[in-house]
């Protein structure tokens, strides 16, 4: 099995994400991580942030000439602007005195940096964290539910991609729904080579009608200085049958993907096949007919969305995800200055439009991670070639009409 855990703050010195249980064989260069993380930074609605902040990776341990060995992956997701934040986040004590002062360059944001956080925002978790975790500020508590956590998560998710294509074939894409009321009613479901063209599109929508909607809703949230949120849709490919079990509560895939995906900053509901859709549905219309054509089993259609009883069922798994609006809105909300009790309106750092887009490519490496979990746990092995080999030798044994 895969353990995957990210350490790090928003404006630290740098995010770390480490793996264990990687299986030796796997292919994956540096370069390939680095696309995956600029494929967060991209997006309509994103703000100026994503320009000057960049992600300066660094392979720590794991990997020898862009082959893992079989120990633990450490990754290091350097933050250019650390200098800035150098004396703000210092893990050490420093003099009280240069908290007050700017940071050399005369700018006064460098002085706003310092100032204690205590107008929390709603919908963020300013205000509970301030109040599990004891502290006076809410500094400490958006610096770790920032979803700048997300690079490191992106980050582990080029990895566990990589192993799902090395192992099994596996590729997965995703796209945008909806943002805000605008909706891609097309109804095309994207396949792998519609990569490309998704990583080129502002709002990762194939419709034009549906992507001209999207990107004039997001001018308009901004105009009005506000915030959007949305649906996207991740589709999975080559999924070998039985991953997951109906044994166990937890095990069940569709349980591991609700999970994860529950645990991206700001996704408020995971649906997956066709969901909520199938629950106005009576039985005869809800569920896939299972027919054998040209020597292969296979559903008719895939309401299920790729996985029945908790199990993969060999079609493509697609799993839906609902993004709340960000929870820093321009035009301010109220709320309560915490070293007061009185009113007043909300703090506001620099911020996005909207986030479903990143949204979208985070799910994916999210989604990676839980098939990959999946993979090693059902064909185990200490190598690629292992984990093949025992895959090769399941598909085998289930009979030929079933397959």
């Known amino acids: 099995m895969l353990r995957w855990s990210t350490a790090g703050e928003s404006h630290g010195r740098a995010l770390i994400a480490l793996m264990e249980g990687v299986p030796a064989g796997v292919h994956l260069t540096s370069d390939e991580v680095r696309a995956a993380l600029a494929r967060r930074r991209a997006g309509y609605g994103r703000g100026a942030r994503q320009k000057w902040e960049q992600d300066e990776l660094t392979v720590l341990s794991g990997f020898r000439h862009g082959i893992s060995i079989g120990s633990p992956v450490a990754l290091e997701i350097g933050n250019s602007e650390w200098p800035k934040w150098e004396t703000v986040m210092s893990p050490d004590p ?35 964290g301030m109040n599990k975790y004891g502290f006076d500020d809410a500094r400490p508590v958006l610096e770790r539910a920032s979803a700048r956590e997300t690079a490191a998560r992106v980050a582990l998710g080029a990895l566990a991609s990589a192993i799902n294509r090395d192992v099994a074939g596996i590729s997965v894409v995703s796209h945008v729904l909806s943002l805000g009321e605008a909706v891609d009613t097309s109804g095309y479901i994207p396949l792998p080579e519609d990569a490309e063209a998704l990583d080129a599109s502002p709002v990762r929508c194939l419709d034009p009608e549906g992507a001209g909607a999207m990107i004039a809703a997001v001018d308009a949230a901004k105009k009005a200085g506000d915030t959007l949120g949305g649906v996207i849709e991740v589709v999975i490919f080559n ?41 106005r549905r009576p039985g005869s219309q809800a569920h896939d007919e299972i027919v054998r054509e040209n020597g292969r089993v296979h559903r008719v259609t895939n309401r299920a969305g790729g996985i029945e009883g908790g199990m993969s069922n060999g079609e493509p798994i697609r799993i839906r995800v609902a993004f709340k609006p960000i929870s820093t809105v321009p035009r301010a909300l109220r709320t309560i200055d915490t070293k007061t009790g009185e009113p007043t309106t909300a703090l506001h750092q620099r911020s996005d439009t909207t986030a479903v887009v990143p949204g979208a490519v985070v799910a994916e490496a999210m989604a990676s991670l839980v098939i990959a979990d999946a993979l090693t746990e059902k064909f185990g092995g200490d190598s690629i070639e292992q984990m093949r080999a025992s895959l090769g030798s399941y598909v085998a044994a289930i009979p030929e009409v079933r397959r």
């Open 94 to 128: 420093v003099p009280s005195a240069s908290l007050l002062v700017d940071a050399g360059t005369g700018d006064e944001r460098e002085v706003a940096r310092n100032r204690p956080l205590t107008k929390p925002r709603p919908g963020h978790a300013d205000l509970t």
């Open 239 to 279: 999924v070998p049958v039985g991953l997951g079990t109906y044994v166990t509560p937890l095990g069940r895939l569709d349980s591991q993907f609700a999970a994860v995906m529950m645990s991206i900053q700001s996704v408020k509901g995971v649906e997956i096949g066709d969901g909520f859709e199938s629950a």
